[in-house]
């Protein structure tokens, strides 16, 4: 299995910035891609930014605000989160694509427990 830590929500003013982390740690074998959603009260969950094989894609909501990494030595992904809006308000939920053996079954999405982002002043 594969765990997901995250780290970085909380509370700031709008155009400010925050920096979420999402750390990876289990029966790791490979990892296909990793990146973050989002949820919003009332609405359904989103993809906002993923990277994977070296290619990355962003929600068109986020572009040119938003920036993913991952270090693949840390197996672990973040997103740099400036100016910030309101409508940025959710939970941001870590995403991994990963394989726990060579075999090709062994492939699973995994999700962290979440954590709140608030813009508001």
């Known amino acids: 299995q594969v765990q997901l830590v995250e780290s970085g929500g909380g509370l700031v003013q709008p155009g400010g910035s925050l920096r979420l982390s999402c750390a990876a740690s289990?029966?790791?074998?490979?990892?296909?891609?990793m990146g973050w959603y989002r949820q919003a009260p009332g609405k359904e969950r989103e993809s906002v930014a993923i990277?994977?094989?070296?290619?990355?894609n962003y929600a068109d909501s986020v572009k040119g605000r938003f920036a993913i990494s991952r270090d693949n030595a840390k197996n672990t992904v973040y997103l740099q989160m400036n100016s910030l809006k309101p409508e940025d308000t959710a939970v941001y939920y870590c995403?991994?694509?990963?394989?726990?053996?060579?075999?090709?079954?062994?492939?699973?999405?995994?999700w962290g427990q979440g954590t709140q982002v608030t813009v508001s002043s």
């Open positions: 990277v994977s094989s070296g290619t990355t």
């Open positions: 995403y991994c694509d990963a394989n726990i053996n060579w075999r090709s079954a062994s492939r699973r999405d995994y």
């Open positions: 289990g029966s790791i074998f490979r990892i296909n891609a």
